[in-house]
């Protein structure tokens, strides 16, 4: 059975910086492109960053571009969200996506506050 577990999240002050992390299970995932999402209270979910199936072609959200960087690790099934220079503005809930097959994870809350 498919799973994608993120973690990573929490509380931070404005310009600090988070590494989420999303673990893969049951599918194969370095076929697939992996993306990350975030949602914020009242709003919609909203795509954040996507990259390739090999690790290449990063491509950014205008929010992210500058301080986010995402990555994937095939080898061991992970994906990864390196955020930096956090606004409250990025208050959010933050979800790995597969987008071809429609996968989610339940979610990790980062909430940038001082």
């Known amino acids: 059975q498919e799973h994608l577990v993120e973690s990573g999240g929490g509380l931070v002050q404005p310009g600090g910086s988070l590494r989420l992390s999303c673990a893969a299970s049951g599918f194969r995932f370095n076929s697939y492109v992996m993306t990350w999402y975030r949602q914020a209270p009242g709003k919609e979910r909203e795509m954040v960053a996507l990259?390739?199936?090999?690790?290449?072609?990063?491509q950014y959200a205008d929010l992210a571009k500058g301080r986010f960087t995402i990555l994937r690790d095939n080898a061991r099934k992970t994906l990864s969200l390196q955020m930096n220079s956090l606004k409250p503005e990025d208050t959010a809930v933050y979800y790995c996506?597969?987008?071809?097959?429609?996968?989610w994870g339940q979610g990790t809350q980062v909430t940038v506050s001082s």
């Open positions: 996506h597969v987008p071809v097959l429609n996968y």
């Open positions: 990259i390739s199936a090999s690790g290449g072609s990063p």
